[in-house]
Nanobody
Framework: QVQLVESEGGSVQAGGSLSVSCSAT????????MAWFRQAPGKEREFVAAVNWIGSNTYYADSVKGRFTISRDNGVNMVMVYLQMNSLTPDDTGVYFC??????????????????WGKGTLVTVSS
């Protein structure tokens, strides 16, 4: 059974930091691109960051570049994906989703291009 499970999000004041993680099990995610998306209230889901299969390439939305860091750990039966978020602003508030794409690397980060999704975790940044 394929599962992507995000860690609990949380609440933080503007300027603070927060880290979320995702555990991916049920198939060999070590050969897949992993990504984070987010969805703010009333808005569409948007790409945040991605990392290729071996962690050598990372990609970020312009809105988070320089503030967020994505990383991964390819375990034997589980892949962990991390998102370190610094200098948070209220605009970073939303439900953060872990996603996987069956590709070693990709430049296609459209929501519809992802193959598997987690259920999401809420991150709230207050001003």
């Amino acid at each position: 059974q394929v599962q992507l499970v995000e860690s609990e999000g949380g609440s933080v004041q503007a300027g603070g930091s927060l880290s979320v993680s995702c555990s991916a099990t049920g198939r060999d995610f070590s050969m897949e691109t992993m990504a984070w998306f987010r969805q703010a209230p009333g808005k569409e889901r948007e790409f945040v960051a991605a990392v290729n299969w071996i962690g050598s390439n990372t990609y970020y939305a312009d809105s988070v570049k320089g503030r967020f860091t994505i990383s991964r750990d390819n375990g034997v039966n589980m892949v962990m994906v991390y998102l370190q978020m610094n200098s948070l602003t209220p605009d970073d508030t939303g439900v953060y989703f872990c996603a996987a794409k069956r590709a070693l690397d990709t430049y296609d980060y459209d929501v519809n291009a992802m193959d598997s999704w987690g259920k999401g975790t809420l991150v709230t940044v207050s001003s």
